[in-house]
Nanobody
Framework: QVQLVESGGGLVQAGGSLRLSCAAS????????MGWFRQAPGKEREFVAA????????YYADSVKGRFTISRDNAKNTVYLQMNSLKPEDTAVYYC?????????????????WGQGTQVTVSS
């Protein structure tokens, strides 16, 4: 069992930045690929970014490419999502997820463990 706790969400103006963190409970954190997903009001949850076990491979949704950066620190059992140039359409609850595999993936069903989510609100 892996527990994931997100933090760093909040209210920011358009064009601003936030950094989300996701702390994992397991010491074997380095064995998991990690992902970030988001769900806006009235919409389905969607993929945002993913990273493999070592951090050497990353994937992004087209909507965030060039603005968001996913990274991880295995020594701290933490994955990050740096979000720059935020837009009102980035407003959503952001979830981190852990995959029982070292290879990153972009589908929800590829992930086994999920955090509770953190709210990001971008005002125009």
């Amino acid at each position: 069992q892996v527990q994931l706790v997100e933090s760093g969400g909040g209210l920011v103006q358009a064009g601003g930045s936030l950094r989300l963190s996701c702390a994992a409970s397991r010491r074997t954190f380095s064995g998991y690929a990690m992902g970030w997903f988001r769900q806006a009001p009235g919409k389905e949850r969607e993929f945002v970014a993913a990273i493999n076990w070592s951090g050497s491979s990353t994937y992004y949704a087209d909507s965030v490419k060039g603005r968001f950066t996913i990274s991880r620190d295995n020594a701290k059992n933490t994955v990050y999502l740096q979000m720059n140039s935020l837009k009102p359409e980035d407003t959503a609850v952001y979830y981190c997820a852990a995959r029982l595999n070292t290879i990153a993936a972009t589908r929800e069903n590829d992930y086994t463990y999920w955090g509770q989510g953190t709210q990001v609100t971008v005002s125009s």
